[in-house]
């Protein structure tokens, strides 16, 4: 059976220019999150990809070479707060502007037992909502401008 292809958005929106434009997208390295900034990296835009192995998304990024945007690969582990915080400082050193935040997540435990981190909490809970939660928080902290930011948070249903 041949791939077919669904799109959930306006297809005019998808070859606007967003050249000059940057955006931030966790989890890049791969499914929606990779899919967000390969798309945005095709429309023109800088894409700050947060991943949770430098390494695999510097392998990941490859593929968007030849595309007209460009893109940074930076680390941020949702399920680490310190990582996030690192990485919004990290950012801020680098950026003097945003303009949209794509956060991505597909981590689920498939242990019996729940997992806990160095936090203190469930991983999967936040790498899910904690680490997106802090790393908005920290961005509009940083930029009150951006309170009308535009922001999009996405999981697997699984999440």
């Known amino acids: 059976m041949a791939k077919k292809e669904v799109t959930f958005c306006n297809p005019k929106h998808l070859e606007e220019d967003l050249s000059g434009t940057t955006y931030i997208v966790t989890g890049a390295n791969s499914g929606v999150g990779f899919e967000t900034a390969l798309q945005l990296v095709k429309q023109g835009a800088h894409v700050v990809m947060g991943?949770?192995?430098?390494?695999?998304?510097?392998?990941?990024?490859q593929r968007f070479s030849t595309l007209k945007g460009s893109y940074d690969v930076m680390k941020c582990d949702l399920a680490d707060l310190q990582s996030v915080r690192d990485f919004v400082d990290a950012f801020l050193s680098k950026y003097q502007k945003l303009d949209g935040l794509a956060c991505n997540t597909g981590m689920m435990n498939m242990e019996n037992t729940p997992e806990y981190n160095n936090d203190g909490f469930e991983i999967t809970m936040e790498a899910s909502f904690y680490g997106h939660f802090l790393l908005a928080e920290l961005l509009l902290e940083k930029y009150p401008q951006l309170k009308n930011l535009d922001a999009v948070f996405r999981s697997t249903c699984s999440n």
Not at 51 to 61: D, I, L
Request: aromatic share 0%; charged share 25%.
């Open 51 to 61: 991943c949770r192995s430098v390494e695999v998304g510097n392998e990941v990024a």
